[in-house]
């Protein structure tokens, strides 16, 4: 485990399953927190748990055989779901938006397509980054760039979609995002910077009035996530 926020449920959980845990003391913030677990795990895959996440007890069995019957994966991913007063929640207006956009990888022979992923990723950023499973050996040392706050996660599957290699998409609902006011997704929605870096990742993709105003459309479609 790796953390840099080292406290008593922590040390709990370790000492209970003999996990080692790794504190970062380096690179503050979100994307030195995610680089930095990346960069200490060992395993072939690595996940990025967040602390308002709850998973389905088989999201590691799926993401493995996936893992092994997939043709040089970079990350794996699966559908999600969303936690709002202690009720699961499958589909709302963000939630089919996602999955539409998602839908060509349905098929496994798009998962190597750079085309396909990159016309994915060019509508907004439908992969839910906590239900990400990363293949160590494929993935930058510094993956996640320090210079974007809320949309760094697009950023990184656009980085990656580059690669040669599969996206591969595991077509079941196998984590939840807890929703409440405090939730860094609730957070995230009510800060205007966001809009400012959507609309910089939609720039990647498109020229700027279309970009404009497919940021227009998503930050309406995001509202969905808000308490």
């Not at 999600?80 to 098929?107: C, D």
């Amino acid at each position: 485990m790796a953390t840099s926020t080292l406290n008593d449920h922590i040390k709990a959980l370790s000492e209970r399953y003999d996990i080692p845990v790794s504190v970062n003391t380096g690179e503050s913030g979100i994307a030195g927190d995610w680089n930095f677990a990346l960069s200490v795990s060992d395993a072939p895959i690595t996940m990025i748990a967040h602390q308002d996440d709850v998973y389905e007890s088989t999201y590691a069995e799926k993401v493995v055989e996936a893992y092994k019957k997939a043709k040089d994966p970079i990350i794996l991913f699966t559908d999600y779901g969303e936690l709002r007063e202690g009720q699961k929640v499958t589909s709302n207006k963000l939630l089919r938006i996602k999955k539409f956009l998602l839908f060509p990888l349905r098929a496994r022979c798009f998962h190597t397509s750079k085309w396909v992923r990159r016309r994915v990723l060019s509508f907004g950023s439908p992969i839910s980054c906590p239900s990400v499973s990363y293949v160590s050996e494929r993935v930058p040392e510094k993956l996640f760039d320090k210079n974007y706050q809320v949309s760094l996660d697009w950023a990184a599957w656009e980085q990656l979609s580059r690669l040669k290699g599969s996206f591969v998409y595991v077509h079941e609902t196998l984590m939840f995002h807890r929703i409440h006011e405090g939730s860094e997704t609730t957070r995230q929605i009510e800060n205007s910077g966001r809009s400012n870096e959507d609309l910089l990742m939609f720039r990647k993709f498109w020229p700027k009035p279309i970009a404009s105003m497919l940021e227009h459309f998503y930050r309406k479609a995001e509202l969905s996530n808000k308490i």
